[in-house]
């Protein structure tokens, strides 16, 4: 979401002549879009809001802005007090703001707005925002507070926010929301917009990001089985293999409703792969809760799993994080070599068989199932070929074109 927001910031900057830079010596100006959704990014930012302080001091006229969710939950008050070279500060609820913002400090824009450029993914793909903010509230989770209730775009506002960025180049759009699958703006629902989306044309692939297990329903069931386009991943977040857990954490599913999905889903689309995120060591976690988080990992059958170490969001009682932190570290471990453990096997699974591959340069492309993918040559960059799967290596198929 962040990159996503960083984008078209950039895009605001290329309409008033600027260009993104790699090197701070460059710049005329700086913007650090913020993350607070665990405590580490929150202390991340502050530090590199720091160190710009001698970039500031070199290049008095330069203009730092302080955007995004450490941004809206730290305030613009805290932030230029602690921080007095900082020009803007815009929280990520008033993103749209942003251009409130620059033309404050840089006047209005003078091009018309550039063309999308991905700056993150591969210059094939493009991030589509369908959806801000998050309605639910579990109970870890700062996003709500910080980026605000689930509000949905027009359907005719992501259309043309996708066509644009196929007209640009892209090749697969990545549909963006926290709880994307729970999409609905009057009668139009996560289902036909998928549908609408899957229509335009220069449109090879299409994926989305993070569905959440309660909303899924048989209308997606049957988008997935009867649309190619729709990749054949998923990254569909468990959080915890522990029901009691689960329910602490107020996700709204438990494990046996987790893995039903995951088998429903695979029925629709043979050779899905699925992605997830765990956090370990949240308040009241067991060795035996945290063991069903390990038997999720054999049983889920994941491609990759994020795995965080809980941090506390908030004060409210019971939030403390009540397990030791070498207790929590050792957790970690294990589960990270769990999740190494399977999903090797998950890679391997692949050897044989055929990957449809978008490339990206004439050796190296990206799956439907979203793994990486080598070939020796031959590759067509914004083309889609099968590969037949000859070995698996950290995390890369190796294989042949067809
Ligand atoms: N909306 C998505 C997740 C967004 S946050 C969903 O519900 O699936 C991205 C990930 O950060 C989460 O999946 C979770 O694993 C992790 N996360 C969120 N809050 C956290 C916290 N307080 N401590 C550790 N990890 C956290
Ligand atoms: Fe946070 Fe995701 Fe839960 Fe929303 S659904 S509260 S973003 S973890």
């Not at 899905?272 to 063991?291: C, H, K, M, N, Q």
């Not at 340069?361 to 099968?386: H, I």
């Amino acid at each position: 979401m962040n990159e996503a927001d960083s984008e078209d910031i950039a895009a605001a900057f290329r309409a008033r002549g600027y260009e993104v830079t790699s090197e701070l010596k460059k710049a005329d100006a700086v913007v650090v879009n913020t993350c607070t959704v665990r405590q580490k990014a929150e202390d991340k930012a502050i530090s590199q809001i720091g160190r710009l302080r001698v970039w500031k001091e070199r290049r008095p006229d330069g203009k730092l802005f302080v955007v995004g969710c450490a941004a809206q939950k730290l305030g613009e008050k805290y932030l230029k007090g602690r921080f007095d070279f900082i020009n803007e500060v815009v929280g990520a609820r008033a993103i749209e703001k942003f251009k409130d913002s620059l033309i404050r400090q840089l006047g209005p824009a003078t091009e018309g707005e550039a063309e999308h450029r991905n700056l993150f993914r591969s210059p094939q793909t493009a991030y589509v925002t369908v959806m801000r903010g998050c309605s639910l509230k579990c109970s870890y989770c700062i996003v709500p507070a910080v980026r605000g209730p689930a509000v949905c775009l027009s359907p005719k506002a992501v259309l043309e926010d996708a066509a644009a960025k196929l007209a640009a180049g892209a090749k697969e759009l990545v549909l963006l929301g926290q709880t994307v699958n729970s999409y609905r703006h009057g009668r139009t629902t996560f289902s036909e917009l998928l549908k609408k989306v899957l229509r335009l044309p220069g449109l090879e692939r299409l994926r989305f990001m993070s569905p959440h297990p309660l909303y899924y329903d048989e209308a997606f069931m049957k988008v997935l089985a009867e649309e190619p386009k729709l990749a054949r991943h998923m990254h569909l977040p468990a959080q915890s293999g522990s029901d009691r857990i689960l329910k602490a954490m107020r996700r709204g599913y438990t494990r046996g409703q987790y893995l039903d999905l995951l088998a429903r889903l695979r029925r629709a689309a043979p050779g899905l792969a699925v992605s997830t995120d765990f956090i370990v060591g949240y308040p009241g976690e067991t060795e035996e809760d945290f063991r069903d988080t390990l038997r999720l990992v054999e049983e889920g059958r994941f491609s990759l799993a994020y795995c965080f170490k809980y941090s506390p969001r908030s004060d409210r009682p019971g939030m403390k994080a009540d397990i030791s932190g070498a207790e929590t570290e050792a957790r970690l471990e294990r589960l990270l070599a769990a999740v190494k453990k399977n999903s090797r096997v998950v890679l391997e699974e692949r050897i044989g068989k055929i990957e449809e591959v978008l490339f990206e340069t004439d050796t190296y492309g990206r799956s439907s199932a979203n793994f990486a993918v080598r070939v020796e040559a031959g590759g067509t960059p914004g083309k889609l070929s099968g590969v037949l799967v000859a070995g698996a290596e950290k995390n890369t198929l190796y294989g042949k074109l067809i």
